[in-house]
C-alpha cells in the first residue's frame, strides 16, 4: 500500500474506533438489553468491513497514478533529450563550423578514396550545416 493509502485507512481506523468506544462507554450506563448484540462485536465487524472495502479500493488507486507518473516520466526523459540533443547541434554549429571549413581545404585537395571516415563525416556535416 501507498503511503498516503495506509494514512487514510490509520486516519479512519482511528476515527472508527473513537466512535465505537464512546458508543460502548454510552451504552455501558445504560440498561442492557439481553435480546440485543454485543457492541464490540457489531463495532468490529463494521471496523472490518469499512477496513477491507478501504483496502480494495486503494489496491485499484495506485495503478493510475503509477500509469500516470510513468507517462509523465516518460515525456520528460523524451523532451530532456531533444534539448540536449538540440543543445550540443547549437554547440557544433558556434564552435566547430569556422574549423571544419578550413580543414575543408586541405580535405577537398585529397581524392575521394583517400578520405578517412571522420574527414568523410566533416564534409557531410558541413553539407547538412551550410
Known amino acids: ?5 495506509q494514512s487514510i485507512v490509520m486516519a479512519l481506523t482511528v476515527t472508527v474506533n473513537k466512535y465505537a468506544s464512546s458508543n460502548l462507554q454510552a451504552v455501558a450506563y445504560r440498561k442492557k438489553d439481553p435480546k440485543s448484540p454485543p457492541n464490540s462485536a ?6 472490518g468491513l469499512l477496513l477491507s472495502s478501504l483496502a ?5 488507486l495506485p495503478d493510475s497514478r503509477t500509469l500516470l507518473l510513468q507517462k509523465y516520466l516518460k515525456k520528460s526523459e523524451e523532451n530532456r533529450e531533444k534539448n540536449d540533443k538540440e543543445r550540443l547541434e547549437s554547440y557544433y554549429k558556434r564552435n566547430y563550423k569556422d574549423y571544419f571549413e578550413l580543414v575543408e581545404g586541405t580535405i577537398k585537395a585529397k581524392q575521394q578514396d583517400q578520405l578517412s571516415d571522420t574527414e568523410k563525416a566533416i564534409l557531410d556535416w558541413l ?4
Not at 56 to 60: K, L, N, T, V
Not at 127 to 130: A, L, M, Y
Open 1 to 5: 500500500m501507498s503511503s498516503i493509502g
Open 42 to 47: 457489531a463495532a468490529a465487524t463494521r471496523r
Open 56 to 60: 480494495a479500493a486503494e489496491a485499484s
Open 127 to 130: 553539407k547538412s550545416n551550410k
